[in-house]
């Protein structure tokens, strides 16, 4: 009886070594997918992040080439003028939650990190705070030195008077006041207390 016993103990400690053994080997194969799952993430983002420089740097440079005989600050204008266009458009994907879910059960997933959407859009939102600096300093220094060729039929023609005549000065000064509300209430510290609700309006 001893013997039966002993050999029952034996058989039972060897299965749940067994069964332990199988627990570590199969979270040490969860452990290594996912660490091999980051790592494709990021070298996926990487390659979105340089295809999507890539992709500002070739929208640039079409306007560029396009106003090549104009004026030198038409040209840094248009420059980031064009990439101001395409970020104005690119900052919507991150916020479009309906879109991003259909996207989460596509193939697309696999390529892109969709849980950094925010991120996207915040990043994005920096950038369009640079190419609309440029833009519009680019702007005001063709005033300065090509105001007279607004309006060459009067004499005493100022840079003020040439970026609120046209209708291009009008909407990207107004666009400029619109952008100021709007990125002053997005900063965390004044988004994440009880002024959520400002942000919230102000934002959309």
């Keep these: 009886f001893v013997c039966v016993r002993f050999v ?4 039972r400690c060897g299965r749940s070594s067994l069964v ?11 452990s290594q997918r996912r660490v091999a799952s980051i790592g494709r993430l990021r070298a996926h983002r990487i390659i979105f992040i340089l295809l999507y420089v890539a992709g500002n740097r070739a929208v ?9 005989a104009a004026p030198p600050w038409i040209k840094v204008a248009r420059f980031f003028g064009g990439m ?33 959407n925010i991120e996207f ?7 369009i705070a640079i190419c609309g600096a440029a833009h519009s300093m680019a702007h005001y ?5 090509c105001s007279p060729l607004y309006n060459p039929a009067s004499p005493i023609y100022s840079p003020a008077d040439a970026s609120w005549s046209n209708r291009f000065g009008v ?29 919230w309006v102000v934002h959309h």
């Design 171 to 199: 909407t990207g000064e107004l666009l400029v006041i619109v952008m100021m509300p709007m990125y002053a209430d997005a900063h965390s510290g004044y988004r994440q207390t009880h002024n959520f609700s400002v942000f």
């Design 141 to 145: 220094f063709n005033y300065s030195c």
């Design 60 to 68: 640039g440079a079409g306007w560029l080439y396009y106003y090549w």
């Design 8 to 11: 029952c103990e034996r058989v």
């Design 121 to 127: 859009h915040i990043k994005v939102a920096y950038w």
């Design 84 to 116: 101001l266009n395409l970020n104005c458009a690119a900052i919507l994907f991150g916020v479009m939650r309906t879109f991003l879910s259909w996207l989460r059960t596509s193939r697309i997933s696999s390529f892109i990190d969709l849980d950094v």
């Design 20 to 30: 332990a053994s199988g627990a570590r080997g199969a979270s040490a194969s969860v």
